[in-house]
């Protein structure tokens, strides 16, 4: 008879713990145009966002959901934007290298 409760107990938690799923965080994604001296111009892809905030990779942020970044110095940079949203956040990042100054 114990085996059976303990059974019946462990095959209710388990079903429980099926039916706990959070939602998933934001999906989200950028694009990256470069201009000329330097200037990059970043564009989030995402939906449903109530937040971001942009890490250029040189010191500098933003939280422009389109912004253009005049990067001083030629180099290789990781470009990252932190989105929030209802459900989570999501980061991505991406690197880029800087040869037109």
Do not use: Q
Not at 2 to 25: G, R
Not at 52 to 63: I, K, L, P, Y
Not at 72 to 96: D, E, F, H, P, Q
């Amino acid at each position: 008879m114990k085996k059976y409760v303990v059974l019946l107990l462990t095959c209710l938690t388990l079903h429980s713990c099926e039916l706990v799923n959070p939602t998933p965080a934001p999906k989200a994604d950028f694009t990256k145009s470069y201009g000329t001296g330097g200037e990059v111009k970043f564009n989030l892809l995402v939906r449903d966002s109530e937040g971001f905030e942009w890490d250029f990779g040189d010191g500098d942020t933003s939280t422009k959901r389109v912004p253009i970044h005049i990067y001083k110095r030629n180099g290789r940079y990781i470009a990252k934007v932190n989105v929030t949203g209802k459900t989570g956040k999501t980061l991505v990042s991406k690197a880029l290298t800087i040869s037109s100054i």
